[in-house]
Every structure is written in C-alpha cells, then in structure tokens.
C-alpha cells in the first residue's frame, strides 16, 4: 500500500499570492491525480501527470511530476478565493483510489 | 455537474439502525466506486463495481455491503450503525479502464448517526 503524504495540511493565505502544495510518497507512482474538492461538494479531477518530470499547467495552476515518479507538486499563481477547497492526490488505480489527507486551502479575499 | 447522482443528501439515524444510500451513476459508465469520508481518516475507498458484478474492495466494514444492479444503478446498505459511521459517502463512477478516464463523483450523502 502506497503511503501518500500531502503538506501543508492547513494553508492559509491573502488573495494574490502564490503558494505551493506537495504529494509525496516512498513508493513510486505509475501516474499521479490531483482532484480538488470544493466545501459540500464531491472531488473534481484537475490533472493527471504520467511521466517523471512532467509539468502541466491548467491556467494559474502548475502541476509537476517529480523525476523519480515519487512525488508532486501544485503551484497557484496569484492565488484568489475560488481556489479555496480541499486540494487531493491520488495516484492513479481502476481499482479504487488511495488519497492523501489533503491540503485544505483557504483564500481569503 | 458530475453526472452522477446521489440519494438522500442527508441522512440522520440512530445507532443500531440500517440504512440504503443510493447512486445512479453518469449515462454510459460500467464502474461505480463507493467511498467515504471522515474527518479523521479522510478520503477512502470501501469498493468497486463493475456491469453488475464486484471488483474491487477497499476499506469496507463487514457490516457494510453494496450491489449494482442491471439498470446499473448501485446502493450501499449500511447495517448496525455506530457513531463513527457517520461521515460523507461518496459515489464515483468511470467509463473504461485507461488511465485517462476519469472518476466523476457525485455530490455525496451526508451520514449522522445519533
């Protein structure tokens, strides 16, 4: 069983920053997903990344693939209060999925 | 909207009580995936169905159990209810087995067992 650990676990910051959240794991992963998870909400995919040393960006955010496949990271630009939710990895399995903890994220206007 | 949906929204019960949670998942989608989230233990998989038949089993009590059915809808029984059992139940279905296809969740169901 793959352990996820995923930090910060709280984050709180002012609209406008950047910030930085991180997935990590001893066990290397074949892909790796990141969902966001809105308050009251189920979790949404954001991205899958598939290959070691892969970068995705999907507007303000940036996904990275760490080379050795064992971790991941999530970069928000200019951070604003729609960003706000509960931010999830997962690595990628048909057969149900592992998550980390998660990083709860707050923006506050 | 994920396409999947989930009935009641809420539920309140006591211990000792059962109760069904249901989910019908996106048009076209053979996979249903039930999972549950708590505070404590965050986000887990209890288990997987696919076209009607088991396929995977995650973290799911004895004292639960689940089957989807030939319109492939699936329900989650939950029997002798404890007070940790409450939490958000998540449905999640998927078309195919690429590592492309992804899990849509549905809105959940929120357990409180008094």
């Known amino acids: 069983t793959q352990l996820l650990e995923q930090s910060p676990q709280f984050l709180s910051i002012q609209e406008g920053e950047n910030l930085t959240v991180y997935c990590n794991s001893s066990?290397?992963?074949?892909?790796l997903q990141w969902y966001r998870q809105e308050p009251g909400e189920g979790p949404v995919l954001l991205v899958t990344?598939?290959?070691?040393?892969e970068v995705k960006k999907l507007k303000r955010l940036t996904f990275q693939f760490g080379d050795a496949r064992k971790d991941s990271s999530l970069h928000i630009t200019a951070a604003q209060p729609g960003d706000t939710g509960l931010y999830l990895c997962?690595?990628?399995?048909?057969?149900?999925?592992?998550f980390g903890k998660g990083t709860h994220l707050i923006i506050q206007p | 909207d994920s396409g999947v949906t989930q009935t009641p929204k809420h539920l309140i019960t006591a211990t000792g009580q059962r109760v069904t949670l249901r989910c019908s998942p996106r048009?076209?989608?053979?996979?249903v995936y039930w999972y549950q989230q708590s505070l404590d233990q965050g986000l887990q998989f209890l288990i997987q169905?696919?076209?009607?038949?088991?396929?995977a089993k995650g973290n799911i009590l004895e004292r639960f159990s689940a089957q989807q059915f030939p319109d492939l809808h699936s329900e989650l029984n939950l029997s002798s209810l404890e007070l940790g059992d409450s939490a958000l139940y998540f449905c999640?279905?998927?078309?195919?087995?690429?590592?492309?296809?992804?899990?849509?969740f549905g809105p959940g169901t929120r357990l409180t067992v008094l």
């Open positions: 999640a279905s998927r078309l195919g087995r690429s590592n492309t296809d992804t899990q849509y």
């Open positions: 066990s290397v992963f074949s892909s």
């Open positions: 990344v598939v290959t070691g040393g």
């Open positions: 997962a690595p990628w399995s048909y057969d149900g999925l592992t």
């Open positions: 048009s076209g989608d053979l996979s």
């Open positions: 169905y696919y076209n009607g038949e088991e396929r």
